[in-house]
């Protein structure tokens, strides 16, 4: 039988004669040290377990598949377990399915009482947001953390920009980096997609819609993403020249577009040929204004624009402004190129140069079980039809089982919506799962409303 340390310790101990009391406390301290050794190797052992029942825990083909995007574009080797706050589309529609309205009211007073605790509508710089990814995450993780031990819930949220996925890496990104300040938190990575349908109300034969898709691997539908950004920019520069041809004498630059109507040159947004078509307008008839005053029309153009807002920056406004001659329109040649280039039939087909179909979304993503697709602002697109639960149903129908999910408690609707009209929609829509946003393009999200926060 082999004598441990401590028994043979013990035993050379008693054989021992000498002074009785030194022995009474080296045998003291040395059980002390036995327990001290003893409770030690406990820790460790738990400590190893934990960490090999962690190591063994299931890990979806979703994360991995998102790790090895961060690995890629990091250049360092990831552990999926380090994105576990992510979930794939099942936990998406399991937590989704337990969420109440008041959940995604987005004001003030719900903030401040814990009620808001998730959203899955909001944008970043990477498309036509104003606020950056990583002080997004710190204000949500901050509310985050704070919902939890008021409410023992954990935060839910996803990144939706407009055709752009560029957001949701760099997010998972930061998430890797330090999972544990994610500890409260589940990210599902999103993108709001737009694409062009027919319409029954307006001037406008064709209208953009829009949906929301949950679930998908930014890291390859980037590519997707990018071609459409190629295609719309090379539309703007096809459509501008067009224009410059038609009116020789006046310079337009992509550049000054650009500016003027805040467009975003690394995410150019749906329907586009709108700002080149009053760009076009505004340049075309504030030129001849400086020609007949003996302005420089460049300085003229740019001090005229300057102190208008974006959304007024029309010949319509110039005119009501005094800032044009009662006798200076719109060019009907210019608003010609403009039809040519926005989605029309020709021989019976829709021809679309910067848009996307319904049916090329759905292509794309169907060829991937793990997205899900929710209609955004609903009412927004059955505005377009005089029969919109035709529509609507239309979209379902053609979606291949994608469309499961609707914006019901959508949170950005202008004022003058009739929310009466809002409801009436989302019935048309109640066997759907409802869900909500902020929308939020403000360059703060939870930081300017919650007092506990940042800001």
Partial sequence: MRISAIQRSFNDRVMFVGNAEKNLQTTKKEAATASAIALGTLISSLFIYKMRGASMRPCSEFMSALADGVSKMTGNKLNPHSLSCVMDKTEFINNILKLKKNDYVYNPQNIENFGFSADFHMHTIHSDGKISVPKLLDEICEYADDL??????KFTFSITDHDSVEGVKEALVIIAENPEKFRNVHFIP???????HSATTGNNPFEISEVL???????????FCKNLQERRSKFIDNMLEDIQKAYPKTKFDRDELIKFYNLNPDCLMMNSHWAVYHYGQTKTALTIQAARRGFDPEKFYSDTMSGIDVKNRNVWYL???NLLDSDINESDLIKFIRRSYEPHLENGELVTQSENKFE????????DDNVVLSFAHPYFTAEKSHEPQKLLNEFIENSKGLLQISEGYHQAYPGHVNMNEVEKVNGYLDKLIQIGGS???????IGAIYEGGLY
């Fill in 148 to 153: 939890f031990k008021r409410t023992n819930k």
């Fill in 190 to 196: 999103g993108v709001e997609l737009s694409f062009t």
């Fill in 213 to 223: 898709a949950y679930g998908i691997n930014p890291f390859k539908f980037d590519k």
């Fill in 319 to 321: 005119r009501e402004n």
């Fill in 360 to 367: 090329d979304l759905i292509d794309i993503l169907s060829e």
């Fill in 439 to 445: 929308d939020n393009h403000n360059s703060t999200y």
